[in-house]
């Protein structure tokens, strides 16, 4: 019994998230990165954003991948919506400007609708205090294309125009990639402008 004990407990210990998303509160650390808006790069900056109103930061696996392309999908769709409750979308992931723009123009997700930013390096995911993973050797996106890149853990920020966080949706909750866009839509429209 004692030896079961033992390995339940070792086991939980290593299951526990090496990092957690900043709390409610925390400032946001404020990033530059290469995005993609239609297809078309241009230099993001959240600060520029926040200067324009609330701002959703949405960090995700991987552009093409299963859950990223309903999420995606999911943001376009409402982006009428946040825009008019005053607010602006990013999604940032650790794919390569060159699969942002694909992304961000394909009608079945981003739909032109939606901008994507390049952490290529998951500097602006470690900032937020989000775990990074390694890449897996071989996997494949739902195009049969090989990703080649780490992942950072779905978790969505909402932050509000003094640059702090509003509230975090995701990490390690594991909320669906859907329901993370409509928790962050009800996020936003229940702000006062």
């Known amino acids: 019994m004692k030896k079961l004990l033992l390995s339940t407990l070792v086991a939980a210990a290593f299951a526990l998230p090496v990092f957690a998303a900043l709390d409610t509160g ?4 404020m990033f530059s990165a290469q995005a993609s808006l239609a297809g078309k790069a241009f230099t ?20 093409y991948t299963g859950g990223c392309n309903a999420q995606a999908h999911a943001f376009a769709e409402n982006m009428d919506k946040f825009t008019a409750a005053g607010a602006s979308v990013v999604g940032v ?15 079945e997700y981003c739909a032109g609708k ?17 775990k990074v993973g390694e890449g897996r050797a071989g996997a494949k996106d739902t195009r ?14 909402i932050i509000g125009k003094d640059g702090k966080v509003v509230t975090t949706i995701g990490g390690d909750s594991n909320v669906a990639p859907v329901d993370n866009v409509m928790q962050s839509l009800a996020a936003i429209q229940g702000m006062k402008k």
């Not at 993001?44 to 696996?61: E, I, M, N, Q």
């Not at 994507?116 to 602006?124: E, H, K, L, N, T």
């Open 114 to 130: 939606l901008a994507v930013a390049s952490d290529a390096d998951g500097a602006i995911a470690k900032s937020y205090q989000l």
């Open 26 to 29: 925390a400032a946001a650390p």
């Open 44 to 63: 993001y900056s959240l600060k520029d954003s926040l200067a324009k109103g609330p701002t959703v930061v949405y960090f995700y696996p991987s552009a």
């Open 144 to 157: 049969g294309v090989e990703i080649g890149h780490g992942f950072a853990s779905r978790t969505t920020f």
């Open 93 to 107: 992931s650790l794919d390569s400007i060159e699969r942002l723009n694909d992304f961000s123009k394909d009608p």
